[in-house]
């Protein structure tokens, strides 16, 4: 048996609903996901803790090509769903300037009890699950997958690593991006972020090619790396034109990329 053949891959995003007149999160997601379902299956698009918000799932995929076709159908499908709502959709990690404050809680029981439970920590958590690079980094996380797996058939011994080391990393990892030294947990040291994006890739380089995937993400990493992150090119925007509804803009047109519109 093909010891890859197990390893499969599925996705999922978060959207925001965009005003596409303010710019702002807008609360449609009970009538966007009523139209996204004449397309798509219930189990792939669904509600999410705000009506700001709206989550799709793929299938379960076997290979990359796969996973940016089930991308491209889901996205297309929500997308088209909004027009008829005339807003937009948005991919990206928070919104720019939107209050937190005036995101109204999609009534579930479970959404409730989250609420209830955690308050003000859960009302702020204004995130959507979502990356730019979501193919590559699908790739990347099945290869780690493998990889550790391996290490635990073989009998490979983990590396002893501190919890507030890696709450540490981390914390870095999260304010800095790609943009300062990154904590390398292994060598106990700080690192330009790219050396230890490379280093990782390394040690997932066996995985990659077992996978046939090595090309493919390899190229994309090196042109995230020379080319920088969607956060930094979110900056770059903010900074040229001073403008939170130009970053906005910005983000709707990446998140149509490649869709048939």
Known sequence: MNESAEFTIGVEEEYQIINPQTRELCGKAEQIIRNARETLDEDVVQPEM??????IATTVCQNLAEVRQELIRCRQAVVEAAKKQDQAIAAAGTHPFSSWQEQEITPKSRYRNLESDLKQVIRELIIFGNHVHAVTMAGLIRALVWTCYQEVVNDIPLNAIRPELLQTAHWYAARYGLTADLIDVIDKVAIPA?????KFLDYLQPALEQFGDWDTISKSVRHILE?????QRQLAIYEKTGSYQDVVDYIVAQTQQGLNL
């Open 194 to 198: 790219s050396d230890l994006v490379n």
């Open 227 to 231: 080319q920088g992150n969607g956060a």
């Open 50 to 55: 705000y009506r700001s918000q709206i989550e």
